[in-house]
């Protein structure tokens, strides 16, 4: 199991970007393939976009393609998602997670953490 906390969530402007932090508390963060998830208000959690444990493949929900970027520091042990072109809809309390390699399947002894909230103004 490894901790995550997230971090740089706020309150933006319809069209505006936001840089959102998964921080690690173990060095082990480096082989665990990570994801972003999202709960927006009144819907269920959803998945939003993984990276591999080397960063070299990245994969993401048709919603944000071409608008979030996600990306990682091992040295650091920090993930990141670039969220830009923020829309409304975009609203939610962000997550990070470990799961399984090719899925949105959180491994096993992972938990939730509190989250970010970002919201996004029209």
């Known amino acids: 199991q490894v901790q995550l906390v997230e971090s740089g969530g706020g309150l933006v402007q319809a069209g505006g970007s936001l840089r959102l932090s998964c921080a690690a508390s173990r060095r082990t963060f480096s082989t665990y393939t990570l994801a972003w998830f999202r709960r927006a208000p009144g819907k269920e959690r959803e998945f939003v976009a993984r990276i591999t444990w080397s960063g070299d493949i990245t994969y993401y929900v048709d919603a944000v393609k071409g608008r979030f970027i996600i990306s990682r520091d091992n040295a650091k042990n920090t993930m990141y998602l670039q969220m830009n072109s ?24 992972q938990s939730w953490g509190r989250g970010t909230q970002v919201t996004v103004s029209s």
């Open 86 to 109: 923020l829309q409304p809809e975009g609203t939610a309390v962000y997550y990070c997670t470990a799961v399984f390699p090719g899925t949105a399947i959180m491994i096993p002894g």
